[in-house]
């Protein structure tokens, strides 16, 4: 009994071993956000390891890359920036000092940026949004850059690349007809976001975002009480939370809305399965 115990072990052992070196073959990028990673994964198969350097838990708009998550860009091939996001601003002029031969990439090129919507709605004028990633319509360009950067650095992928852009981009298109069908009774419809998210959602089917946060930190009560207002006169019945805000200040808020809170997580790998939970719950 032992010996086999003792085999089955050794097996095991040989098995993550082999894993792991087939692993540190493959050429590394890194991206900035887990949507990214979802994206690029989509498209390069496994012809490449993604990396991300947000942190789980962490704030594009106040993240601080540590010196360990920079160190890991001494062994990537190559950065895909998001575009606009915070902390891409700070670190875009110092990669090439941790890896003077990295290649980098800007996957919003192509896409038609809002702006004077970030930190408030639409109506204030505060810098561009940088949450590119929460449209369908953005994502297929997205991917059209991936597949386009992927192709660039492996040539001899281009092949799968190819299949791989059509499948996902079949697929996006799916998931495009499907939203549009599901929300086209829901145009000029309200909801509520705590940090303004969704703008690109929003524009994609006539939807008004209303949002709670003020610049990014403490919101003034009068602030406060002019959204609320505005919720109520607009009729806005979903109250969307990202994932670890305050709930006991959000529930202060809705106790005076009554709108239904729903938890969204626009970071998340599951990219597909966020934007669907989003239009389910404007639908409903």
């Keep these: 009994m032992m010996k ?67 160190m890991l860009l001494e062994k990537s091939s190559a950065y895909f920036f998001m575009g606009k996001l915070g902390f891409e601003t700070a670190i875009r002029g ?7 031969n990295i290649k980098s990439y ?5 896409v038609s940026m809002l702006e004077g919507c970030h930190h408030f709605d639409a109506d204030d004028d505060h810098g561009t949004d940088p949450h590119i990633w929460t449209s369908v319509v953005n994502a297929k360009i997205i991917v059209t850059n991936i597949h386009a950067a992927l192709c660039e650095l492996d040539p ?12 996902f981009t079949a697929e996006l298109n799916e998931l495009q007809s499907q939203l549009d069908a599901k929300l086209a009774d829901c145009r ?11 703008s690109y ?9 209303i949002s709670i946060e003020y610049e990014g930190k403490e919101s003034p009560l009068k602030h406060v009480q002019d959204k609320i207002d505005l919720a109520k006169s607009s009729g806005a019945t979903v109250f969307f939370l990202q994932k670890d805000m305050d709930s006991a200040q959000a529930a202060a808020v809705n106790a005076e809305i009554g709108a239904k809170v ?10 597909k399965t966020e934007i669907e939970r989003i239009a389910d719950a404007i639908a409903q």
């Design 4 to 70: 086999k115990l003792y085999f089955f072990l050794l097996a095991m052992v040989l098995l993550m071993s082999c894993s792991g070196k087939g692993d540190a073959t493959k050429p590394i990028i890194t991206v900035s956000i887990e949507p990214q990673r979802y994206f690029v994964e989509k498209i390069a198969g496994d012809r490449f390891k993604v990396r991300c350097m947000l942190d789980k838990g962490g704030s594009p708009e106040t993240y601080e890359p540590s010196m360990a998550n920079m």
């Design 94 to 100: 110092k990669i090439t000092e941790y890896n003077p």
């Design 106 to 110: 800007d996957l919003s090129r192509g």
């Design 156 to 167: 001899d992928g281009a092949e799968i690349f190819d299949e791989n852009l059509r499948n």
């Design 188 to 198: 000029g419809k309200a909801f509520l976001v705590w940090h303004p998210s969704l």
């Design 201 to 209: 959602f929003a524009r994609d089917y006539g939807l008004q975002q």
């Design 262 to 271: 729903v938890e969204i997580n626009p970071l998340s790998y599951n990219w």
